[in-house]
């Protein structure tokens, strides 16, 4: 009789949560459907206790564009979804995306620096790990996901 190794217990993390649904959200998304990835978005809520504002960093330029604007719409979608959810408090929220075109010199640093001015309380991004780890010391101690 074969034996069969028992499964192994994935970690659990709200990060790791939220990154697994905008990776899908993002899957599904179409690029040519959202707002432009340099406005705001904004999803207000009637009789909201505060507003939680995000920020993201992503490459909407050179050649992860595509990749940067589907992220960008998948996030959007998941903002929407956890807004929908009707067992929350209501809150509004703000999402603030700057573009890094995955240039890990002074662009991630910047658009980091930028989003951390703006009161941002965590900040999704980079595609490209050479950003995301120019943009780490930048925010601290924001949660960079």
Request: glycine content about 6%.
């Amino acid at each position: 009789m074969p034996r069969y190794a028992k499964p192994r217990e994935l970690p659990r993390s709200p990060a790791l949560v939220c990154c697994l649904l905008a990776a899908l959200a993002a899957s599904q998304a179409d690029p040519e459907a959202v707002i432009p990835p340099w406005a705001e978005f904004k999803l207000p809520k009637a009789g909201a206790l505060a507003a939680i504002k995000i920020g993201c960093i992503l490459p909407f330029s050179g050649d992860n564009g595509a990749k940067g604007i589907a992220a960008r719409n998948g996030i959007i979608m998941a903002i929407t979804a956890i807004a929908a959810n009707t067992s929350l408090p209501p809150v509004s929220f703000e999402l603030s995306c700057k573009d890094t075109a995955c240039n890990a010199n002074n662009s991630a640093a910047a658009a980091a620096a930028e989003l951390k001015t703006a009161g941002v309380v965590a900040v999704i991004g980079d595609v490209c790990s050479s950003a995301s780890l120019a943009a780490k010391d930048a925010l601290a101690p924001i949660l960079l996901m």
